[in-house]
């Protein structure tokens, strides 16, 4: 999965950018409460432990986006 995609996806449950941090961008989730690290590289590939950190961080799961 692309980082534009993986975007897509977490916006459609609600997530949201804040700001740009130092090196990366910087979301919400709603549903945890947590601030989490995206990347600027829209069209790279996530790596599987990244999506994982995202995806927890999120309050999501792969199955559920």
Do not use: D
Not at 34 to 60: D, P
Request: proline share 3%; hydrophobic share 30%.
């Amino acid at each position: 999965m692309k980082y534009s995609e993986l975007e897509k996806r977490l916006k459609s449950k609600g997530c949201y950018f804040i700001r740009n941090g130092k090196r990366h961008p910087i979301w919400f989730s709603p549903i945890t409460g947590k601030r989490f690290t995206m990347s600027h590289h829209k069209s790279q590939e996530v790596k599987k432990g990244t999506l994982n950190s995202i995806l927890k961080a999120a309050g999501t799961s792969l199955e559920k986006l």
